[in-house]
């Protein structure tokens, strides 16, 4: 009985000293390990679960002093000219803080924000799940994309809830989920209104284009096919 | 036998200690309803929301609000069950009622670009006991919402306050909102935030910037804490928007009730505002 259990203790160190051996092996020496680091000592971590969205401006209060305790505030404005997509947060942003009861308040951009409350405790890893979409508006004259400037409308029309401004290059707009649309006023092109429902779900991306997309070449088409048409 | 019987204990514990982490991990005050369909039929759904939200967007008095689902107790649709938009009756848990209306969808036809094409978006969702439930709004005639019994009723406050614009005139004004809201959006640099009207004791506007797009504004709570940053206070019209729109956003950013009638002001105009505390309030009352 005695052996059984002395061969059992001597088997599990010999596996505890290979796995030590095997992640000392494995370390790349850089120091930083695959994924967020561990929770601060002392504190709890709040992470943010917005459908894949992984860069929202968001910031932190205290419910008991009412002071902002955290900000992070990653993307521009949505009618900045020069706001576009420069990469992509590989992992949900967080924050570490002390235990306790926080308000977590996402920016979108239309004027409604979205708020959560939550309980951050020690040690433990709470997710705030933030109920925004995000859309693209692709503005098309000619075969070029342009930048033209929009309002987003609550569904109905009645009210300007933002304004944004597309983009040459990728851009999102972040809204909570639910409808909207978008209007732009006097195209050049046409010189009419455009006017786009947008159906915003958690985690879906819509894209919205406006004017002729060009399309890709094809063998034989020419300048003299499009005269004969 | 000895040491299964720890073994057991142990995978026990450690099971224990994952149904708390979770329990950790699982939002609070998810909200529970009886939702009734047009056929009669009841579902009890627990983790209630619209469209994943716990708040619904309505229209009282030609004025968007979103009314969070923990101030509600019932909401009654009375129209069609094609109507675009239904009137709907709202009983708040402090005993007001609201009328008011609400976009439901029925019969609307999405555009070509909207992703899942075929039926409208709104729809409340949630969990029965038989798996996830969802309902199109359309399809819905009541919903009683229940909230946790000896829960302390949530009420809007409702915001008295004394608005004095740059010429001088005072306005006594009840029911104070900023687009609808009891709370004003300003400013810190290019950050918004945003301050609870109800805890707070004045508002200072700088006028030697009233033409300008963004006014400064001081705001001082009742405890004594001071906020300062901007808020929109722009005339120009923006590209596309509707006459109305435009109306309503630079003459009705803030709105309410006088004794003479409802009241409206731009930012541009306003020079200070004074918020009654709500002992002076009940002692009015």
Redesign the interface.
């Known amino acids: 009985m005695i052996t059984g259990w002395l061969r059992n203790r001597v088997w599990f160190c010999a596996c505890f000293a290979l796995l030590v051996a095997l992640v000392g092996c494995a370390t790349t020496g850089s120091g930083t390990a695959y994924g967020p680091p561990p929770i601060a000592e002392g504190k709890g971590r709040l992470m943010l679960e917005a459908g894949g969205i992984n860069e929202v ?1 968001f ?1 932190v209060i205290d419910n008991d002093t ?1 002071e ?1 305790v955290y ?1 992070d ?1 990653p993307r521009s ?1 949505a009618s900045s000219p020069v706001g576009y997509e420069t990469g992509y947060g590989a992992f949900p942003q967080y924050v570490d803080l002390p235990p306790g009861s926080y308000l977590v ?1 996402v ?1 979108t951009d239309v ?4 708020e ?4 951050v ?1 020690m040690g ?6 933030i ?1 925004i979409g995000r859309f693209q508006l692709i503005f098309f004259e000619g075969s070029e994309r342009r930048q033209v ?3 987003i ?8 809830l933002g ?1 944004g401004m597309t983009s040459t290059e990728v851009r999102y707009f972040i809204v ?4 909207y649309k978008v ?4 195209l050049s092109s046409s010189g009419s ?1 455009e006017i ?4 915003v ?2 985690g ?1 991306t ?4 406006i004017g002729p997309p060009p399309t890709p070449g094809q063998p034989g088409e020419g300048a003299a096919d499009e005269g004969e048409q | 036998m000895k040491s299964t019987r720890e073994q057991a204990r142990s995978h026990l514990i450690v099971l224990l200690g994952l149904l708390l ?1 979770l329990c ?2 699982i ?3 998810a909200a529970q309803a009886i939702v009734i369909d047009r056929y009669g039929n009841q579902h009890k759904v627990e983790r209630f ?1 619209y ?3 716990q708040e619904i ?1 309505v ?1 009282i008095g ?1 004025q ?1 609000r ?1 009314l969070q689902l923990v101030l509600i107790d019932r909401i009654r649709f009375e129209g069609e069950g094609r109507d675009e ?1 239904q009137a709907v009756s709202l009983s708040m848990r402090s005993g007001k009622k609201e009328r008011g209306l609400m ?1 439901t ?1 029925g019969g609307a036809a ?2 070509q ?4 094409g075929g039926s ?3 729809r409340f969702t949630g969990v029965t006991s038989l798996g996830p439930f969802f309902i199109l709004v359309s399809d819905v005639q009541e919903i009683i919402l229940q909230h946790p019994e000896g829960e302390e009723v949530v009420e809007e406050p409702v915001l008295k306050a004394t608005v004095i614009t740059l010429e001088g005139k005072r306005f006594e004004v009840e029911d104070l909102r900023f ?1 609808g809201k009891l709370r004003l ?1 300003f400013f810190r640099g ?5 301050i609870p009207l109800d ?1 707070v004791d004045k508002i200072d506007f700088d006028d030697s910037g009233s033409a300008e797009e963004f006014r400064p504004i001081t705001a001082i709570y009742w405890n004594g ?1 001071t906020v300062m940053g901007t808020v929109d206070a722009s005339t120009v019209r ?5 006459d ?2 435009y109306y ?2 630079v003459n009705a950013a803030l709105t309410g009730k006088t004794p003479s009638g409802p009241f409206s002001i731009g930012m541009h105009h306003v020079k200070q505002i004074r918020f009654r505390a709500q002992d002076e309030q009940e002692e009015d009352k």
């Open positions: 401006n910031y009412g902002e900000a505030s404005a308040v920016n004027e409604d924000s979205v959560k409350e939550v309980q405790n433990q890893e709470v997710y705030a799940t109920p400037p929009f309002l409308y609550d569904y109905n029309l009645r009210t300007v304004r909570p989920t639910g409808e209007r732009i006023e006097n209104d786009r429902p947008v159906q779900n958690m879906q819509q894209n919205i284009i | 982490t950790g991990v939002e609070g005050g929301a469209q994943g939200r967007e229209y030609d968007r979103m938009e976009l969808g999405p555009h670009d909207a992703v899942g409208s978006g709104r687009r959006d290019r950050n918004k935030r945003f805890k804490r923006l590209s596309g928007e509707t109305r729109s309503d956003r």
